[in-house]
C-alpha cells in the first residue's frame, strides 16, 4: 500500500475512533445530535475502507496474457526476453526471436466473421505452441501477429531453420467449424547479439524482418546476413 494511502487510512481511523467517543458520550443527547454523529462515522468508515481496499489504476496488475488464445501477450513476451538475453550472454549462447504476421486475417473476418477469425487465431496458437521446444515461448503480440523466443540457438543459420520449420507447422489447411480455411504467413527472424544487443532492438530487427518477408514474398527472412534463396531483410537503423 502507497504511503498517501496508509495516511488517508489513518487519519480516517482517528476520526472513527473521535467518533465513536462522541456518540458514546452523546447518548442522552438528542436524536438528530446522535443521527449527526453515527453519519460522521459511517462517511469515515467508507473512506476508510476505500484507502485500504481500493488499488488505483496505476497499481493494478495488467493482463499479461492474451485473452482469445490464452498466450502470452506483448508485455509478458518483452519482459521475458528482457530476462533471457542476460542468461544467453552470461552462457555465451545466441538468442532468437521469430516474429509470424498471418496472412488475411482480415479478409476472413470479413468474408466469415470474427468469430471464424478468432478460431484461425487460435488454430495458429495452438500449432505454434505444439511446434516448438520446451525451452522456447510462444507469445500473441498484435492482432495477426504472434513471436517465438529461442532462448538457446546455436546460429544464426539454426534461427532461420527453425522460422522455416515452425512456418511448415503453421502453414495449412484448417478446418474452422465447418469453414476450410488456409493459415499462411511470413515469417522474419533476429538473433542476439549477432543482430541486436537489447531487447527492444531484437523486437525491432525480427519485426523488420517479417515486414521484408512480407514485401519480397519470400516467406521467411533473416535479419542482416540471408541463406541462399532468401531475399535480404533490410537493415534497420
Known sequence: MSG??????????????VGLFALAAAGGAGRWV????????????????RALFHRPADERQLPSHDGLTGLPN???????????????????QSAGLLVFDLDDVGDVN???????????????ASRLSAAVRDTDTVAR???????????RIGSAAACLETARRLLDALRGPADLDGFQVRIDAAVGAAVYPAHAATPAELFQRAEASTRAAKQTRSATAMFGSPAPGDRPALPFR
Do not use: K
Not at 446522535?34 to 475502507?49: E, K, R
Not at 503480440?141 to 532462448?151: C, M, S
Open 4 to 17: 498517501g494511502r496508509v495516511r488517508a487510512a489513518r487519519a480516517a481511523l482517528i476520526g472513527l475512533t
Open 34 to 49: 446522535l443521527g449527526g454523529v453515527l453519519a460522521a462515522d459511517l462517511v469515515l468508515l467508507a473512506v476508510c475502507g
Open 74 to 92: 506483448r508485455a509478458m513476451m518483452v519482459a521475458t526476453v528482457e530476462r533471457a538475453l542476460p542468461v544467453a550472454a552470461a552462457e555465451q
Open 110 to 124: 470479413y468474408a466469415l466473421g470474427q468469430r471464424i477469425g478468432d478460431l484461425l487465431l487460435a488454430e495458429a
Open 141 to 151: 503480440i498484435g492482432d495477426d501477429e504472434f513471436a517465438v523466443l529461442l532462448p
